[in-house]
């Protein structure tokens, strides 16, 4: 069972961290694309109720299925993944309607991805219509190493879902919930 192990981290701004990326040897792994995320699930939130979700990613001309399990309660999120590409994402979204999985949420991102040699993780820093955030996806104990590292300690560690970071900033700002997607200026 392939897991992910990840905390975000909110970033007041950019440049201060890949200056500090790069001084810890951290070099762009994949260069910043904008990302559109669907959510899917039944009409009943079937997939919700297991703390499970299907994410549909699109990234310019490619496409990812991912399927996560339930997190397991720790200071890092940690749950089963799976993924794979998709050579049609509009037909990848029809088969799931067909099977009962419709768009449930809606999220865009700028994202652009670090790693450095010895890979052992990635750092990602996450462009999102809420703010900045950077990820850190890699084994426990190398997620607190470069946190610690990167200036931040284990009470700065977010593992909620971009869904749920939503909702918490809607709720903070009056706003009532829909997608979390760019305005048409950005």
């Excluded at 192990?5 to 961290?17: D, G, Q, Y």
């Excluded at 899917?40 to 996560?68: C, E, N």
């Amino acid at each position: 069972m392939p897991l992910e192990t990840e905390v975000k981290l909110r970033l007041a701004a950019i440049a201060p961290f890949e200056v500090r990326l790069k001084e810890l040897g951290f070099r762009v792994h994949a260069p910043r694309a904008f990302e559109s995320n669907v959510l899917l699930d039944t009409s009943s939130g079937l997939l919700r109720s297991a703390g499970q979700l299907i994410r549909l990613r699109r990234v310019g001309s490619r496409a990812v299925l991912t399927f996560k399990g339930p997190g397991q309660a720790s200071r890092h999120k940690s749950r089963e993944e799976v993924e794979c590409e998709v050579a049609d994402a509009d037909a990848m979204e029809n088969i799931l309607a067909r099977l009962g999985f419709n768009p449930v949420f809606r999220y865009e991102k700028y994202r652009t991805e670090y790693e450095r040699e010895p890979q052992q993780g990635i750092v990602t820093i996450d462009e999102t219509p809420i703010g900045l955030f950077a990820e850190l996806e890699g084994s426990p104990a190398w997620i607190d190493r470069t946190a610690k590292a990167l200036g931040f300690s284990e009470p700065e560690y977010i593992t909620k879902s971009y869904g749920r970071l939503y909702l918490e900033y809607c709720r903070d700002n009056g706003i009532e919930p829909a997608q979390m997607v760019f305005g048409p200026t950005v």
